[in-house]
């Protein structure tokens, strides 16, 4: 089965020559979602409002892929600041659900202009 890229405008556009999620058999892979809105605009308020907007717009591709977060088998986190590592757990909980969660790595990056950012490998076979 040959990959197939996915692009939708429910989720902020992308930040360069690449898409927001690739489809490839029964794995999708999702591109790392920023604090943006669809139109572009970006979300500079409290650090919890950035990582709702993340999330929001994973969970916007992971739709237009034709799947959901609850069917990630691996999640990435790249926070600014190690510090919003238990906020970020907080509101993670309310996007990725279920008995089996995804593993999880999470890591302390040097974003500019942004707080977080998170990208997920989906898995939608039997």
């Known amino acids: 089965m040959p990959k197939r890229a996915v692009m939708t405008d429910k989720a902020a556009p992308v930040g360069g020559p690449y898409s927001h999620a ?10 790392g979602a920023v604090p943006a809105l669809p139109d572009g605009t970006w979300v500079t308020g409290t650090f919890a409002e950035q990582a709702h907007a993340a999330f929001r717009n994973l ?3 992971a739709e237009a892929a034709g799947a959901s ?3 990630a088998v691996r999640v990435g986190v790249y926070l600014r600041d190690f510090g919003d590592f238990a906020a970020m757990n907080e509101i993670y909980q309310q996007y990725i ?9 999470t890591l302390p990056v040097p974003l500019v202009g942004f707080d977080i950012e998170i990208d997920a490998i989906l898995y939608v076979g039997d």
Do not use: M
């Open 22 to 31: 690739v489809v490839a058999g029964d794995t999708i892979y999702l591109a």
């Open 59 to 61: 969970a916007a591709v």
């Open 69 to 71: 977060l609850d069917d």
């Open 97 to 105: 659900k279920g008995e089996n969660r995804p593993v999880r790595t």
